[in-house]
């Protein structure tokens, strides 16, 4: 764009939107801080009726201490565990344990529906205003996990933040000891039975050898023993953690079945085309390494590694394909809790898949042996049998024995999986209404709105702003500008005394002579300097000289 007469000047296309900007603030002000003060009002009255929200806060750190006893439940990855947290904390059932929990004094602080319904229920509706109050979320990039509470009071947050964390921590210790005590009373009662099998195996074998003065037997004889009491062991001990395994289960699903029927539909009882050709493949992998660990291949041979890489990785096929079944089931539930003992549930159905393989194997090993002790002679085959029934007992009642003392040790420790890092305390200052940031927010609203008006109305205006919009639009040099005279000159007005107006004028008349004489009244204010370069202009163009109009 350039001006008519002179040189062409270059101006940039931010310039002109600048310029625009200056031009619509500096001619539509009033517009736009009308709009900014209509807009604050609202947020104003909002930010004093909203009643004020309190927050309070508990950070935890989930910690998985492994034990001395070896747990029977399959470790699954810390998101999933953490997952499975920030569930049961934000369940319903959580919350109405925490409202149980409560205080006289914090449950005094809520605020009770007026007039209170006939059947009102007050732990129940306490319950509900703690679930809708108690949140929980994960801090990314670790395992801390945050209780967050909000309500209308600072002392009842707290309060019930700090009442969660001590429910959260009841309710994990409590499923510790029960695990652990359940492992032990069946601990026990194994150990009391093999422990009358091996008083009586070994009064047997005493009294055979007595009768029949027989107290060896061949090396083969010796070699086939050896190997099958090992296998014998090996069967009862899988045996042992099946049982073990199979009473866990019928636990969580006990505890399941309180929450919700028919939930979890059974691995073991899916018609699942896939999944029983896994479990096909999986007991096929156990025979295999069975038959390897009874001839006495060491667990890093290269053979025992790929079987047991083969084993876990079915196991884990297995798994997914039951989270298949029960998403195609559509198990959905608010407790959070459900969703723990499916998972234990699944995981311990396939660990059960697992063990009933191993023994199937361990038995078809135990009969090729019992066959190949037929061959011997009759006295050295029932010495056989006697010796390995003693060794058998010795060696799992050995074993039961260490396994209660290992369970006494879980049971002693008691080692907690949550700690706190930072209790929750009283937060005066209310975290909504955020009054600072809304009446900002607000104010930007309003010029944004009020500019946007003000460029509208500019828009729509047929009236020419500036000599550069003038000259823009007529093509035409401008002159000059004169200015428009809003405060009429302070100079006295000299009026001569004539018959016909007595020496007086109007009101208007004088207004209107004044601004005439302006640059004889003012001579040295802007207008007059304005009238005097719009004089040499038009002088310099020729004006009263070479030309006339």
Known sequence: MKRAGQDSVPVSESDQIISQFKAVFRRRKLLILSCAVLCLGPIAVYNEVVPPTYESYVTLIMDEFVGPTASFNPERSQDVRTSNRLQELSSYSFADEVARALTVASLDKFRLPEPLPTDFNEIEFMAQRVHKALSAYAVRGTNLVRISVLTGNAVLSRDIANTAVSVFEERNNRIEREGVTGIRKFVEDQLARFEAQLTESEEVLRKYKEDHKITSYTDQAQQILRRMTDAEVEYNTVTANLQSLERRLASVEENLALQRRDLVPSVTETGNPWVHKLKERLVELQLQYTELKVQEYDSSHPKMVQLQRDIEQTKAQLVTEATK?????????????????????????????????????????????????????????????????????????????????????????????????????????????????????????????????????????????????????????????????LKLPSGKLKIAKTGSTNGSLSARETRHIKRSLISVLEPHGGPAEAFRILRTNLQLQGLGDQRRT
């Open 325 to 485: 079944i029960a998403g195609g089931e559509s198990v959905v539930d608010p407790i959070a809790q459900i969703e723990k003992y499916i998972s234990d549930s699944y995981a311990l159905q396939i660990e059960i898949e697992s063990l009933r393989a191993q023994e199937r194997a361990l038995a078809l090993v135990l009969e090729d042996y019992n066959q190949s002790l037929q061959t011997l002679p009759e006295k050295e085959l029932n010495l056989a049998r006697l010796t390995r029934e003693r060794d058998s007992n010795q060696k799992i009642y050995n074993g039961l024995l260490e396994k209660l003392e290992e369970s006494k040790m879980s049971q002693a420790e008691q080692i907690p999986t949550v700690r706190i890092i930072d209790a929750a305390y009283i937060n005066p200052k209310p975290i909504r209404p955020r009054k600072r940031f809304n009446l900002a927010v607000g104010l930007l609203f309003g010029f944004v709105a009020g500019t946007s008006l003000g460029f509208v109305r500019e828009r729509s205006s047929a009236s020419i702003g500036s000599a550069r919009e003038l000259e823009k639009f007529l093509g035409w040099p401008a002159m000059g500008s004169i200015p428009r005279i």
